[in-house]
């Protein structure tokens, strides 16, 4: 490439930065030149030192692994072993006993190996030689011809890539290559695949007849409500039952046979079931962890949301799934149960409740909402190591507070982890006994050594006839394999009688009774102080 350097490029005039005075006349300034990529070649870097004398890339068998490099010396009666290699030259130790080869020595008929493949084949030149104390080595320089060291480079990363993925191109091996249970789970996930590759297109199909307004707008209209209906009659039941078949069929599986299972999961379907708000958020879990609380406001609004149509109602058939109506369920069974301690309250004390892993704190806004009337004052602690959550919850229950129980209801908002509130003294210690502790989600994460100790502390903090109410996933879950494969969401699952042994084990002078939600996957053990 011929490249003309003018001063111009490579100087810059010095009458801009001069100043004019007197009859001084500024020259006019030289017109700047638009920026040419071509330019740019006379910015490379050069080598430095001994290196501005260029020599072909010299490479070592270390760098060239996993390729095995052999060489045969012709009919002279010594082998060697390969050291490194350049374009045109090839380094070896001598292995055999012989008499030192002199500088300027020709051998003929060299060949270099590859595996078994010859890459050079020729004479070669003696060009240094050099003794060390295992013998001797030789620098050949190559006369015939030159080592294409392209190709050789691309061959090792063949061979690297190939040793790193461990035969990447079989099936043997792979989780959702074995037959049995994993032959129908195959065959169940693509039936979805397909039902929601056509799902999507007959909706793309009709999102493209419908207004803006209809879609997206805010405000209720008879269109809008036609497509829930929709919607619900017709995807609905195929999603319930498309969902539980999976489930069915990993619901005896180990976890690390599940687990194999879910690259399969994702690949095939994850990408639709991510069109959902709310499964999107749980997936990518900028918090940290799937059940946040924008999640958990999610699954309580039970909206029909999403940037397109087909998003939108797997939106709502997905929290419409029973484990969201869980969510909502359960709420309602802590709301009960919050209401029947408002109607037991037979003195002047003030009712003191605390909410632990309060997320968005929904029961308890929506209680202190509908109510018309209370029977005592109230003292609500709302307890989450999440800052976000808090801030969520008290933007919404101090304006409420404000507005319909001024000097009735007192909120508190704890901000601290779980692992310190399982010692016995902590900031909750300080606020006196409770007449109800509550925890919905959390216990769904804990071990079980945590959750007794835990389930004791909390017992600690209730007074005689007051109570603990602590929520669970059962292993019933049919949304398991959503949760599981799809969204990476892993919970500890317990059936009542786990329940209760965590709880005796944390509290044995309690009385242990169990509470259920009407979907029945998430039972409360409650943990009620016996009365003096």
């Not at 910015?43 to 260029?54: E, I, K, N, Y």
Request: proline share 5%; glycine share 6%; aromatic share 8%.
């Amino acid at each position: 490439m011929d490249v003309t350097l003018r001063d111009d490029d490579l100087s810059q005039s010095s009458a801009s930065n001069s100043s004019v005075s007197g009859d001084q006349v500024a020259a006019p300034e030289a017109p700047r030149r638009a920026h040419n990529p071509s330019h740019d070649f006379v910015r490379l870097d050069g080598g430095t030192g001994r290196a501005v004398f260029f020599r072909p890339q010299r490479l070592t068998t270390t760098k060239l692994a996993p390729l095995k490099l052999s060489i045969t010396l012709g009919n002279i009666g010594i082998s060697g072993e390969v050291l490194d290699l350049s374009q045109s030259g090839i380094g070896v130790k001598v292995t055999t006993a012989s008499p030192r080869l002199a500088v300027g020595v020709a051998i003929a008929d060299v060949k270099l190996y590859v595996d078994d493949d010859v890459i050079y084949s020729g004479d070669v030149q003696i060009a240094a030689s050099l003794s060390q104390t295992d013998g001797y080595r030789l620098g050949l320089s190559l006369t015939d011809n030159l080592i294409d060291i392209d190709a050789l480079t691309h061959v090792r990363d063949v061979r690297r890539w190939d040793k790193e993925k461990n035969a990447p191109l079989r099936s043997t091996g792979r989780a959702w290559a074995n037959v049995g249970v994993h032959a129908s789970f195959k065959a169940e996930l693509l039936d979805l695949r397909l039902y929601l590759d056509e799902t999507k297109a007959r909706l793309d199909e009709l999102e493209k007849q419908l207004p803006w307004s209809v879609l997206h707008g805010q405000a209720d209209s008879p269109a809008r409500r036609a497509l829930i209906s929709l919607t619900t009659r017709d995807l609905l039941p195929e999603f319930d039952r498309r969902v539980g078949n999976l489930f069915e069929l990993i619901r005896h599986l180990s976890q690390a046979e599940s687990k194999a299972l879910v690259p399969l999961s994702q690949r095939m379907v994850q990408e639709h079931f991510l069109m959902a708000p709310w499964l999107n958020r749980a997936w990518k879990k900028p918090l940290g962890y799937a059940g946040d609380y924008r999640v958990m406001d999610h699954m309580y609004r039970c909206e029909f949301e999403g940037p397109t149509l087909f998003a939108k109602a797997m939106s709502w058939a997905s929290l419409h799934a029973p484990s969201p109506q869980a969510v909502r369920t359960r709420k309602q069974l802590i709301k009960n149960m919050l209401s029947e301690l408002f109607t037991s309250v037979t003195d002047d004390h003030t009712v003191r409740i605390l909410s632990v892993a309060a997320g968005p704190a929904e029961a308890t806004y929506e209680l202190l909402d509908e109510a018309t009337v209370l029977p005592a004052k109230v003292e609500i602690v709302l307890f989450d190591q999440d800052p976000g959550a808090l801030a969520f919850a008290h933007g919404r229950l101090t304006r409420l507070v404000d507005r319909k129980w001024p000097g009735r209801v007192r909120i508190i908002f704890l901000h601290d982890t779980i692992r310190k509130l399982a010692n016995r003294e902590t900031v909750l210690s300080q606020l006196g006994l409770m007449d109800a502790v509550f925890s919905t989600g959390l216990f769904d994460y804990l071990e079980d050594r945590f959750a007794a100790k835990l389930t004791g502390r909390l017992y600690d903090l209730v007074r005689p006839g007051g109570w603990v109410a602590i929520g669970n996933m059962d292993y019933g879950n049919p949304n398991r394999w959503v949760m599981e494969h799809l969204l990476d969401w892993w919970l500890i699952f317990r059936n009542k009688d786990e329940m209760r042994r965590f709880a005796r084990a944390g509290a044995p002078d309690a009385e242990i009774s169990m509470r259920f939600e009407s979907t029945g996957i998430n039972p409360f053990v409650v943990l009620t102080r016996p009365r003096d």
